[in-house]
């Protein structure tokens, strides 16, 4: 399966280089064996914590150089040099520096909150299908909630679907007061479209957080950290219940890939005209920190006037 997307600085349509292609294939191939290494790889917990645990250690180091060269990732935006990493997950969970991405001001605009790549849909009811045309996921089951489901039943949805050669530290989107996460158990299926085409419920079954952002000019905010293969840990680095503003950190993924869903309320958001183009022909565009998402509707901004 080729995985493509559209590079939003370029415009240019590219082929994603997939960390992990093989055993990816071969995880989510049709076979009895393969289903049964499936099933050890994702709903035995113990799996992805001893590769987290491995990935920490010190031998691991000698990995990094050869990444950052395969997957040519800039050096220059990293706040600390390679050589000082002391393990490969300490490379994977790296800060950059504070002008390698800039914020778009205002209030009213939404920011890209982590660097992935994204799929936008304004009105959850009338799109075709998510991720996957034709194919939809529970919203019950994503939010472990009834009365949120019917909520932003008719909302605008962000997925950001982050890869292991990403920067894996999110932020917050929107200036907010955030609560408190909460924690929804769960195993950790792959987010890469390899195995969302075998399974679009991938989303309401994989591990994940979720934090209400109140008090932004778009209403009530949900904000969705997604755990997925090899990534048995989220990280909040923020305060509840703290006014904070639009792009400063909320936490970062251990090692893997992983995804952020974001459900705003319905008519509140008018997401860039690139992304929404390029979702609706079901390709994703390759974003970063910073950039903008959407602005506030002018029906509720008025409304919030």
């Known amino acids: 399966m080729t995985v493509k997307y559209i590079d939003r600085k370029s415009g240019q349509e590219k ?15 049709n076979g009895l064996f393969n289903r049964v290494c499936l099933f050890l790889t994702t709903r035995m917990s113990w799996c992805s914590k001893f590769y987290g645990w491995w990935q920490k250690r010190g031998w691991t180091r000698q990995k990094i150089l050869p990444f950052i060269e395969k997957y040519e990732i800039n050096t220059i ?44 849909y304004s009105n959850l009811e009338q799109c075709d299908g998510i991720c996957v045309k034709g194919k939809r996921f529970s919203l019950v089951k994503l939010l472990g909630s009834e009365t949120l489901a019917r909520e932003y039943a008719q909302g605008g949805l962000v997925i950001a679907r982050l890869c292991p050669t990403d920067y894996h530290r999110f932020f917050f989107p929107v200036s907010c007061l955030p609560g408190r996460p909460k924690s929804i158990r769960g195993v950790l299926f792959s987010v890469n479209p390899i195995a969302l085409l075998k399974n679009i419920h991938i989303f309401t079954e994989n591990k994940r957080q979720i934090t209400e952002l109140d008090q932004t000019p778009f209403g009530k905010v949900l904000f969705i950290e997604v755990g997925a293969t090899n990534v048995g840990t989220i990280h909040q680095t923020y305060t509840p219940s703290k006014r904070t503003l639009k792009g400063e950190e909320k936490g970062y993924f251990s090692f893997g890939g992983s995804s952020i869903l974001i459900l705003f309320p319905k008519g509140s958001i008018e997401f860039s005209d690139d992304l929404l183009k390029n979702s609706h022909q ?24």
């Not at 082929?15 to 191939?29: D, M, R, S, V, W």
């Not at 790296?94 to 205002?106: V, W, Y």
């Not at 079901?282 to 950039?291: A, I, M, R, S, V």
Request: with cysteine; hydrophobic share 35%.
């Open 15 to 29: 082929i994603e280089q997939i960390y992990g292609e093989a055993p990816l294939k071969f995880l989510y191939g």
């Open 77 to 120: 935006e990293f706040l600390h040099s390679p050589s000082s990493f002391t393990s490969f997950n300490d490379f994977f969970c790296r800060k950059l520096k504070s002008d390698a991405r800039p914020i778009i001001a205002g209030d009213e605009t939404a920011i890209i909150p982590a660097d992935g790549r994204y799929l936008v």
């Open 282 to 305: 079901h390709l994703e565009t390759y974003c970063k920190l910073g950039e903008p998402l959407g602005r506030v509707s002018i029906g509720n901004s008025l409304q919030n006037n």
